[in-house]
């Protein structure tokens, strides 16, 4: 249990537990996924940071490797309808120190980035053939 979190969740309701969780792990998975995750033999300075478009872009993508075509159905139930949904996240989690922050980075990094909708969705695609396939009435 992170108290740090539960502390955010009562002092900004607007989003719950899991879409703070999510956040800190999209920023893993986005460094990961851009070769910036941190390893033990680099230099002291070196530069791990992933801008808000970065970041944004990167949670949608794990949203749908974990979800699935219900990414959007669950960034809804968080109140994540916007980048700008993802950005306020990410500043009240440096807020709580659960994330840091740079010289570079500004809530203004995620305003009205992209439809998360439209991100969500793209390449996801459900026809009334498949339909009846999968309910059984398919050929008769």
Not at 27 to 39: I, N, S, Y
Not at 42 to 60: F, N, S, T
Request: glycine fraction near 6%; proline fraction near 5%; include cysteine.
């Amino acid at each position: 249990m992170d108290h740090a979190i539960y502390d955010l969740v009562r002092d900004d309701p607007r989003y719950p537990v899991e879409a703070y969780e999510f956040v800190c792990d999209a920023v893993e998975f986005t460094q990961e996924m851009l070769g910036r995750e941190p390893h033990e033999d680099d230099p002291p300075d070196a530069d791990y940071h992933v801008c808000g478009e970065e970041l944004a872009r990167g949670a949608c993508e794990m949203a749908v490797c974990e979800f699935g075509m219900m990414a959007p159905v669950v960034f809804r139930q968080w109140g994540i309808r916007t980048t700008d949904d993802i950005g306020q996240i990410v500043f009240n989690l440096i807020k709580a120190k659960k994330l840091s922050q740079s010289d570079r980075d500004d809530p203004a990094d995620f305003h009205d980035l992209f439809d998360i909708t439209k991100v969500l969705t793209d390449g996801f695609e459900l026809t009334l053939a498949v339909a009846r396939k999968s309910s059984g009435q398919g050929k008769r």
